[in-house]
């Protein structure tokens, strides 16, 4: 018996070292290894040229040992010893974080990540890095090491479609977004960090960590080499971007020292017409990205913020306004193809017109001309616009006649233009059943006149208006814009594809075109004042919308070259006043960066 079970012995370990060694090996290094997560750099973004605009650089923080300072339960929860409790305590009164929340960091650390070391102090300051230094024996449990941060090579510039980085949250989780992310990662919030982050994000960087038998750190951390993440190329140009963030601040200078004291707002769309490319996006007031990722105070500070224009509201893709008289070219284009013109109609351009009991007038009192639709849109005569409106409604009285509406919709009005940034606003372009609907109104033929002038209920982006008069420019093809061009990884360069949303069959747009470069370019054009001379010769139409409260709303949309468009500019001064006095000259500084050699 006892030769039999030293044969089963023998046998038992022949099998275990020759059969199953390999096998068992690999279990026993799992086991004396553990997995630890630690943030990882993500993919640069760098503009249209190839100038950086998001990079990653390294920045100090403190860490604590969770091991040292305590223990973890059978269910992950850590708990700190006495002693730990004691160096805690040390630790809050130098750095001058408060004890429950130096726990309270650990503990979701030791949650997402056992073995990784827990970051307490994400910014120290004060010399704090100098003192641990010195005094390391003193504070065992506490070591400053690197982490990687978002560095902005070109400054405070872009916030409006950079946008802002922060630990994915529990609702986050799951979502397709945010499908690969885990608990604790870092991830886009807004912008293209958001819309791109599974290209930027390459996830937690893996270490390894090796303990003993009994779940004890045995070893330092070994870390292996990760894949660089790819590089996100944006159609957005630095320096065209810089010159519509300071054009925009200059328009609503201009409109102050008009005596516009509410113009603290505004936004401008610099895009290609013919790709929906956006060269240029801006917004004011905006943020300073590069604040937001270095002081916590200030990036707390813009989630909490009350003011009416909020930093982190980007105008050009939310803000919603109407849009005054920008929006008579898409009305003419309606009646052009409803056959209730033709570019050669005469309509009476006069001082006022009354409707019923009510009399709506037009800016210039004492004119009185008959005028065909590019004279018309070219001095943009409002009361031009309000008999061409009433046509509308007579067509099919109630306000049947959707023909505005219709057009404008197809245009791309009153919705999400699909742009690649989070939180695009959609809008309105209102109709008897919306108006019905929401305000529990009737549609009376004052609202179809009121709309013909883009007035009433009518709200809608910059960047809409941006979307339609590329298509005023192009032809009829309503483009989506983007701010991404392509992704770049090592030597490969992957182009991003953005198809049309559709393309509409215009009728008699040349007399439209004619029109928008009359209004810039003829003695009595609403916007000659400012491009009459301009080395490149610009179409557009400037745009004055009443507001609630406060003075007009100052608007400006365009394309240029006028016959070759090679770029469409919108601009809105918010409470800037008229259209030639605000928003037109910002749009020209725009242009006159645009073009320069």
Not at 317 to 335: D, H, M, N, R
Request: proline share 7%; glycine share 10%.
């Amino acid at each position: 018996l006892v030769a039999v079970a030293i044969g089963v012995l023998v046998l038992r370990a022949w099998s275990i070292q020759i059969l199953h060694g390999p096998q068992y090996t690999s279990i026993a290094n799992s086991q004396s290894f553990r997995v630890v997560d630690l943030a990882a750099p993500r993919g640069e973004i760098v503009d249209a040229k190839g100038r950086p605009l998001a990079g990653t650089n390294g920045h100090v923080v403190v860490d604590a040992d969770p091991g040292t300072l305590g223990t973890t339960g059978a269910h992950g929860d850590w708990s700190p010893t006495a002693a730990g409790t004691n160096q805690l305590r040390r630790f809050s009164r130098l750095s001058g974080v408060a004890l429950p929340t130096l726990v309270a960091s650990i503990r979701r650390s030791v949650l997402r990540s056992p073995f990784a070391p827990a970051v307490v102090v994400a910014r120290p300051k004060g010399g704090l890095i100098d003192y641990l230094a010195e005094r390391a024996s003193s504070y065992p449990a506490f070591k400053w090491t690197g982490q990687p941060s978002r560095t902005y090579p070109q400054g405070a510039l872009g916030a409006e479609f950079l946008g802002l980085l922060g630990e994915v949250s529990q609702n986050e989780l799951g979502t397709t977004r945010y499908a690969d992310a885990k608990p604790g990662q870092i991830v886009g919030q807004s912008g293209v960090e958001a819309t791109y982050d599974s290209i930027l994000s390459p996830g937690f960087l893996h270490a390894r960590l090796r303990v003993d038998s009994q779940g004890r750190i045995a070893g330092p951390l070994e870390y292996a080499h990760g894949k660089t993440p790819p590089t996100l190329r944006l159609t957005i140009d630095a320096r065209i971007q810089r010159a519509a963030e300071k054009a925009i601040r200059d328009g609503m200078a201009l409109a102050q020292a008009n005596g516009h004291s509410d113009a603290t707002s505004a936004a401008a769309v610099v895009m290609n017409p013919r790709t929906g490319g956006i060269y240029a996006l801006a917004s004011y007031p905006t943020y300073n990205q590069v604040a937001a990722a270095n002081d916590p105070a200030y990036r707390n500070a813009l989630y909490h913020s009350t003011s009416p224009n909020p930093p982190l509201l980007n105008l050009a893709t939310q803000g919603l306004y109407p849009t005054g008289s920008t929006f008579k070219p898409i009305v003419a284009e309606a009646a052009l193809t409803q056959g209730l013109i033709t570019p050669s109609t005469n309509l009476l351009c006069s001082g006022t017109f009354t409707l019923g009991n009510f009399t709506f007038r037009n800016v210039e009192a004492g004119v009185y001309s008959y005028m065909s639709l590019p004279t018309a849109l070219a001095e943009s005569c409002d009361t031009w616009f309000y008999r061409l409106g009433n046509l509308f409604y007579l067509h099919e009285p109630g306000g049947r006649d959707l023909g505005i509406q219709s057009w404008a919709h197809m245009l791309g009005l009153g919705q999400p233009t699909g742009v690649d940034l989070t939180g695009e606003m959609g809008g309105v372009v209102p109709t008897p059943n919306w108006l019905k609907r929401t305000l529990h109104l009737p549609w009376y033929e004052g609202q179809t006149i009121n709309l013909a002038i883009g007035q009433g209920f009518l709200a809608v982006t910059p960047l809409q208006l941006a979307v339609a008069y590329s298509a005023l420019a192009n032809g009829g093809t309503v483009v989506r814009p983007h701010v991404a061009d392509a992704v770049i990884d090592g030597t490969t360069v992957k182009p991003l594809s953005f198809k049309p949303v559709r393309h509409l069959h215009m009728t008699d747009l040349s007399a439209i075109q004619q029109g928008l470069y009359e209004a810039a370019n003829s003695a009595n054009g609403t916007s000659a004042s400012v491009f009459s001379g301009f080395p490149v010769p610009v179409a557009g139409k400037t745009g004055t919308a009443q507001a609630p409260t406060g003075s007009d709303h100052s608007w400006y949309a365009s394309w240029a070259p006028a016959t070759n468009p090679k770029v469409v500019v919108v601009v809105l001064i918010v409470h800037g006043g008229f259209g030639a006095e605000a928003a037109a000259p910002a749009a020209k500084e725009i242009y006159q960066a645009f073009f320069r050699k």
